[in-house]
């Protein structure tokens, strides 16, 4: 068994829920927050058996979506930089981590 952590945007979320509940997927919904994508995101856990991991994956990649960001550039101290001009960022649709299940118990 695994544990697949999914870190996905908000935007895509109604989707996704929608699409692995319908293959079958149990998952838990955390709202999160960090760094990984920009306006909004929430991690989900899955328990998969191995051998459906790959049909989760599927799922996950047809119903997130990776978008082009506007993101203002960095400080710097060198006079005229560029540095400080937005820049468009390709952002994931989602991050995954899968995770070996030592033990599995419902109590």
Same mark, same amino acid.
């Given at each position: 068994?695994? @544990?697949?952590?999914?870190?996905? *945007? ?6 996704? @829920?929608?699409? %692995? *509940?319908?293959? #079958?997927?149990?998952s838990t919904k955390m709202s999160t *927050?960090?760094? /990984?994508?920009? =306006? =909004?995101? %929430?991690?989900?856990?899955? =328990?998969?058996?191995?051998? !459906?991991?790959?049909?989760? /994956? =599927? ?7 990776? !978008?082009?960001? !506007?993101?203002? #550039?960095v400080e710097s101290t060198i006079e #005229? *930089? ?11 649709g989602a991050v995954a981590f899968v995770?070996?299940?030592?033990? /599995? !118990?419902?109590?």
């Amino acid at each position: 068994m695994k @544990l697949v952590i999914v870190i996905l *945007s908000n935007k895509d979320l109604a989707k996704v @829920l929608a699409a %692995t *509940s319908a293959e #079958g997927f149990l998952s838990t919904k955390m709202s999160t *927050s960090g760094q /990984f994508l920009e =306006g =909004g995101h %929430t991690t989900i856990l899955f =328990g998969v058996n191995d051998d !459906r991991v790959d049909l989760l /994956f =599927g799922i996950l990649e047809k119903n997130v979506t990776k !978008r082009v960001v !506007r993101q203002t #550039g960095v400080e710097s101290t060198i006079e #005229g *930089s560029l540095l400080k001009k937005p820049v468009d960022v390709e952002e994931y649709g989602a991050v995954a981590f899968v995770v070996d299940v030592e033990q /599995f !118990r419902k109590i």
